[in-house]
């Protein structure tokens, strides 16, 4: 049995003499197979009668002019809370925010500072008001890793869904914020299903020369009993016609001019009768559904040339540290950005339109410029949000009177994110830690769910794989453990360090594991990762 690494760490001791190659198992000689779809049990989302105050204006298309600023049908909006103690309903010293059962709690106990309602906070948000310039004084307990994706998922369905008309080619990828209604009878009209002859009444049947019936022609006369045509596949059925039989089950007499079936002939055989798939007016994909390929299909046969669908959710990416090199090696005490080249096409992979990332150092005052003027839907910050001399998240988001709904995550790696609301309808912002596996555990615990909301997709349905072998816990948080499958089982991957990116390299899944770890052949949750997920198909992953 490997024993894993302390939480957050990178492996203990001296480097091996030869180390594991890349995304290295601990069992590197288990075979791979994929994973059954089926695995996945369906469980209900967040609730749906959950509504914020002052959530009532729709946000800006990037792509599109607005249909409507309503939400879709079933589409509740949810509130977000501040950070809780435990995710515990009701949790003393929890502030309630307005709307989600179970979060209303006393005020800030003494001694708290930086969590208490202020002039110009919405109702039952909390104001960054206490904080020194290097952040908070003091912070609540972290919010436990279920509720803050809750929290987030929330406060994306909190806004009400623009919605655009988008030509058939450009949709892909989009949520359908108005049903699929067949426009036709699918198919339109009597068609053959095989290449053959169509005949009329019992054979042996007189054969009329000539071309046949072909696909794309129109309407042909009646068959009269007794008599045959050819036919190609998709071609109109004439009226009156018994069946159609496939060119390999029939025999021409070419000397008599008569056609034999060699195996009985059933009334209807390889006919599509009108109106088989759909008739007009049927429902074909409802409200939410993420248009795939398929998709497109199946709407272009129905008699679209558009189709009306939620505008993706519009990301701006802001890059701080003064330590961040763009290209070359990194040199004196400067280190590469992992961040930027990799959260871009992430967050594509999940459906948004993401700017080209702005990096802005450790400047307080660019970052403060850079938020109150983005007119995204969310606002990716990378480092900057713990309390050392030159994380300026907190201290920005207070000046600009930012609505603070997640202060920390029990989650190793990535503790040290946040989730907020910017005033006056402002994007949502989600702070991720500078680490880049902590980057990305703070991706999928608070962005993604989020974007999940924002888009009007459905709730994703967790799954469980059993664990190849032990997997240890920290022993109060929640630990995401970078796992490939194997052989219907999950192997944890070494290098899973909040600094390092060589396992989730190697990665197509992260384990959720629980305070305390899990025991070999213990069922734990998976996230999957957007390039290996059975989850609704986004266009082109990297595209």
């Given at each position: 049995?490997?024993?894993?690494p ?5 492996p ?12 290295a ?9 994929p994973r059954?779809s089926?695995?996945r ?17 729709s ?9 409507s ?23 003393p010293?929890?502030p ?5 059962p179970g979060t ?6 003494p001694g ?5 309602s ?29 509720r ?16 655009h008309?988008?030509?058939?080619n ?33 054979g ?6 000539g ?19 050819r ?7 004439p009226?009156d016609?018994?069946?159609?039989i496939?060119s ?15 195996r ?5 055989q390889d006919i599509?009768?009108?109106?088989q ?19 497109q299909?199946?709407?272009?046969a129905?008699g ?40 871009g096409?992430?967050l594509h ?10 990096r802005l ?6 970052l ?7 007119h ?13 001399p030159?994380?300026?998240v907190h201290?920005?988001?207070?000046r ?13 790696p ?15 912002l ?11 555990s ?8 989020l974007l999940r ?15 190849h ?7 109060h948080?929640t630990?995401l ?22 396992g989730?390299?190697?990665?197509d899944g992260?384990a ?18 957007p ?13």
């Amino acid at each position: 049995m490997r024993m894993e690494p302390s939480p957050g760490t990178a492996p203990p001791g001296p480097a091996p003499t030869t180390p594991a190659p890349s995304g290295a198992v601990a069992n590197p000689g288990a075979a791979a197979s994929p994973r059954p779809s089926d695995s996945r049990p369906s469980a209900p989302g967040p609730s749906d009668d959950l509504r914020p105050s002052g959530a009532t204006t729709s946000r800006p298309s990037a792509s599109g002019s607005a249909v409507s600023g309503t939400a879709m049908p079933g589409r509740a909006a949810h509130g977000a809370e501040a950070p809780g103690t435990s995710g515990t309903a009701g949790a003393p010293g929890t502030p309630g925010l307005a709307g989600i059962p179970g979060t209303a709690g006393p005020a800030d106990p003494p001694g708290s500072v930086g969590r208490s309602s202020a002039a110009g906070s919405s109702p039952g948000g909390s104001s960054l008001t206490g904080s020194s310039p290097a952040g908070p004084a003091h912070r609540t307990p972290a919010t436990a890793w279920a509720r803050a994706r809750t929290l987030a998922e929330a406060l994306g369905r909190s806004a009400p869904l623009a919605a655009h008309r988008l030509p058939l080619n450009r949709a892909l990828g989009h949520v359908l914020a108005e049903a699929v209604v067949a426009l036709t009878d699918l198919p339109s009209f009597d068609t053959s299903a095989m290449d053959g002859w169509v005949v009329a009444g019992p054979g042996p049947w007189v054969v009329e020369q000539g071309e046949g019936l072909l696909a794309g022609r129109g309407a042909v006369e009646p068959l009269p009993d007794g008599e045959a045509l050819r036919i190609a596949t998709g071609a109109r059925i004439p009226a009156d016609a018994t069946a159609v039989i496939r060119s390999e089950h029939a025999h021409f007499d070419e000397a008599r001019g008569l056609l034999h079936a060699t195996r009985d002939v059933v009334p209807g055989q390889d006919i599509r009768p009108r109106g088989q798939e759909c008739r007009s007016g049927d429902e074909l994909l409802p409200v939410g559904t993420v248009v795939t390929p398929p998709v497109q299909g199946l709407a272009a046969a129905a008699g679209y040339d558009a189709l009306v669908v939620v505008p993706r959710p519009c990301v701006d990416i802001f890059v701080l540290g003064d330590e961040l090199l763009t290209s070359g090696l990194p040199r004196e005490g400067l280190i590469r950005d992992a961040l930027g080249p990799m959260l871009g096409p992430w967050l594509h992979a999940l459906g948004a339109e993401v700017s080209e990332p702005r990096r802005l150092g450790d400047d307080a005052e660019a970052l403060h410029d850079a938020l109150v003027t983005s007119h995204a839907d969310l606002v990716l910050t990378t480092g900057g949000t713990a309390a050392g001399p030159v994380d300026h998240v907190h201290p920005v988001l207070e000046r600009i009177g930012a609505e603070l709904l997640v202060d920390g995550v029990a989650v190793r790696p990535g503790h040290p994110m946040l989730l907020a609301r910017l005033p006056a309808n402002g994007p949502c912002l989600v702070g991720l830690p500078g680490n880049p596996l902590a980057a990305v555990s703070g991706l999928l615990t608070l962005a993604e769910p989020l974007l999940r909301g924002l888009a009007g997709r459905s709730p994703q349905s967790p799954y469980s794989a059993p664990a190849h072998e032990e997997v240890h816990g920290h022993p109060h948080d929640t630990r995401l453990v970078p796992v490939v499958h194997r052989d219907d089982k999950v192997v944890p991957l070494h290098y899973n360090g909040p600094a390092m990116l060589r396992g989730i390299a190697a990665a197509d899944g992260l384990a959720v594991v629980p305070p305390g770890g899990v025991r070999s052949g213990t069922e734990v949750e998976i996230l999957d990762l957007p390039w290996a997920s059975a989850t609704p198909w986004t266009e082109g992953c990297f595209t």
